[in-house]
């Protein structure tokens, strides 16, 4: 992920291309939201003044929501909006989108005009969370989240990854600044066929044990590991899914947000990315990979070229619509046995509050609206994975989908999301991502990434 205004990175990506679910899907669960009216609270922060969990009923009132989802992403958000706007007739949300490469160049500027939107979608760590909150754009919301119990809702990991320091030279603690309406994760895909003639079953209790079903793919002429990294970011879902397994998950995230002291250089790292190094010699990967596209991939792991495919839900839709039945989703397994899940994956871009909103209050009712428990059904119909355990899963889900939320409402009660490595500094995809591709080519070896990668991080953190 390339994190410069301009150009659609693969986080973006990641979360577009998971946004295609039916939109009749989404019409259907709005219905059952739109009777839940929220609770009456009232709270106060020492440099915001009173707040009030209330909507005046009194007024019109209209709020801007800026955003710049498309597809079933952007359905949802209508479709809530639709439900929000019928609770409060007197409301009104306007919905202003952009296309993703447009709104990050103009972001900021959009922000600091007098017309800001009251909401807006913002990437998360130094996409652009970090420059406004810096600039002071951005209205802290833990005023909020206490009124709403926004804490006892989600994870503390979940609510973290929206959190700046008020320098925004570190995040994942500090003040609140937004909240994200779904996830996004890496597991195993599998092709069900496949598994069956090797003798292959899942779930795998431990890394060794899939390492197993490598050698078997291998030994039978199979492609075990279906990848396309022309693009360069792909091979880092695998690389970070490893890392998640080896290094302790406190000092993954410490280094990613940007914790004085933290290290890419330690035991479990180096074990991760000599074990990718490993997988790439024994052409556990396809070794075609650096040559050909995540989207070529992909069609041709749904022919039946490779056994698994690791990945994540923004690919659910399509692996779905186009293998059916034979293909499944499992957890990448813990390095030993009866370890807690971890995986790469986070919340989706959160929303947050522009600091010269004149309604604060009820843009934060709207934004309470979206993430509540029961609009889960409408964000899962989108393609988002649901951030709350309750009403998670329509129940016209394909079974894919239903197999991938299984996994991550696991992971979810583990609070196991570890991140994107990329996200660990503005410039870390152009130097990891290349890495990663010369590591699996034979070019560098496993210390001469770490070490190139640090050196990244030392200098944006000095």
Known sequence: MRHVFFQQHPLVKRQHGRLGAVASMVVAASL?????????????????????????????ITLTLSHYETGGGATAIDQLVKGYEKLHPNVTVKIAYTSFNDYGKR?????????????????????????????????????????????????AGLLDEARFQPDAKSFGTGKLYGMALGGNMA?????????????????????????????????????????GNSDQWPANHILSTLISQYEPQQKMLGWIYGKAGATFDSAGIQRATETMASWSAKQYIDPAANGISMDDSLSRFAKGTGVFSISGNWNVTQLSDQMGDNVGFTAFPPAKTGQPLRATGATTSPYGISSKSKNPDVAANFIDYMTAPAAAKILTA?????????????????????????????????????????????????????????????????????????????????
């Not at 007098?114 to 130094?126: L, T």
């Not at 329509?394 to 079974?399: E, L, V, W």
């Open 32 to 60: 059952a939201l739109t009777a839940c009216a929220p609770g009456v609270q009232a709270g106060t922060t020492s440099n915001q003044g009173a707040i009030s969990t209330a909507v005046p009923a009194d007024k019109k």
């Open 107 to 155: 972001i900021k500027l959009t922000m600091s005009s007098a017309s800001a939107p009251d909401i807006a979608e913002v990437g998360q760590a130094y996409v652009m969370t970090g420059p406004l909150v810096k600039a002071g754009l951005l209205r802290p919301l833990d005023d909020y989240a206490k009124a709403y119990g926004w804490a006892s809702r989600f994870k």
């Open 187 to 227: 597991g195993i895909f599998y092709n069900k066929n496949a598994i069956t003639r090797l003798g292959i079953t899942v779930p795998f209790a431990n890394v060794a044990d899939f390492e197993k079903a490598l050698s078997t793919a291998k030994a039978a002429g199979d492609i075990p590991i279906a990848l």
């Open 382 to 462: 989108g393609g988002y994975a649901p951030l709350t355990s309750k009403g998670q899963t329509p129940a016209d889900a394909s079974p894919l989908q239903k197999e991938f939320n299984t996994v991550w409402s696991k992971v979810l009660a583990d609070d196991g999301l570890t991140l994107y490595l990329d996200w660990a500094t503005t410039n870390m995809g152009d130097t990891l991502f290349p890495a990663i591709q010369e590591l699996m080519a034979g070019k560098i070896t496993s210390k001469n990434l770490i070490t190139t990668v640090q050196s990244e991080w030392v200098r944006a953190h000095q």
